[in-house]
């Protein structure tokens, strides 16, 4: 689900606005799998880190800044609480990567941060990121599933003939100043393009009720602007990511 940035947080509330979006995802996993089956998953046995995790609704930004105080004094990443003065409610102080890192760590989601930290091509491009995303997307492929419609708060989004969807979660896309989400990846003949989130961008609806899906396509030759970016990824096995100690301290992997 699309998560816009309003009057009230634009300019610094992205990075909360890319983790709920993340966090749609997880806690629509999450009840899949509780009214599936097990006690194990829905809750009978849940403790822990894995008690806290919001299972009803996606939390506000509010309830995001208080999670992650929560977490800091629970002793993740201390150098970065440190740096953030320990305190984020009620400011507006943004937050990346490691944060959000922090927050999925404390109700018991392990994840990941990938380094791109050059650019990858002679013309300042970076193949590099695009070829870890479309791996990541397209893993496992022959369990594609039928196409359905992704999702906005503005309508449901069209979809090209090279649109498929695989049972992945978004990816938390970071780079200066700013952070979106990528959803898919959009592959045909001779292109591939990123199919991105953006909180700040507001949605054009058609006639239909259709969101036309240029608006989320992330072509190569746009990131020259970039020299940097970071990616935040979560495990897809969310059941067993809740019983996994999740480390306090923050690595990440560097890309090439």
């Known amino acids: 689900m ?3 940035s309003t009057i009230s947080d634009r300019g610094w509330g992205c990075g909360y606005r890319n983790c709920q979006m993340l966090l749609s995802s997880l806690i629509s996993e999450f009840n899949q799998a509780s009214d599936d089956a097990s006690d194990e ?3 009978g ?3 822990g880190a894995a008690n806290r995790f919001p299972r009803d609704k996606v939390p ?3 309830a995001l800044q208080e999670m ?3 977490a ?7 150098d970065g609480a440190e740096q953030l003065k320990h305190r984020v409610t009620g400011t507006r102080k943004w937050i990346g990567p490691t944060e959000v890192y922090c927050i999925l760590a404390h109700i018991g989601v392990q994840a990941n941060i990938v380094d791109f930290h ?4 002679r013309d300042g491009t970076h193949p590099a990121l695009f070829s870890w995303v479309v791996d990541y997307f397209t893993e496992n492929a022959g369990q594609m599933e039928t196409p359905a419609p992704l999702e906005s708060n503005a309508g449901s989004v069209a979809q090209s003939k090279s649109t498929r969807f695989v049972a992945k979660h978004p990816l938390y896309l970071q780079h200066q100043g700013h952070s979106r989400t990528i959803v898919g990846v959009e592959l045909t003949d001779t292109a591939t393009n990123l199919l991105v989130f953006n909180p700040d961008i507001n949605i054009d609806v058609d006639l239909s009720g259709a969101v036309r899906l240029s608006r989320f396509r992330l072509p190569l030759h746009e990131t020259r602007r970039t020299p940097q970016f970071q990616i935040l990824y979560v495990d897809n096995d969310l059941a067993s ?3 996994v100690e999740i480390s306090r301290f923050i690595s990440s992997t560097r890309v090439p």
């Open 2 to 4: 699309l998560f816009n």
């Open 41 to 43: 998953v829905s809750g």
């Open 45 to 47: 046995n849940v403790t």
């Open 60 to 62: 506000s930004i509010h």
């Open 68 to 70: 992650l105080e929560l």
């Open 72 to 78: 800091w004094r629970d002793g993740y990443d201390k």
């Open 118 to 121: 050059c650019r990858t091509a």
């Open 241 to 243: 990511s809740g019983n």
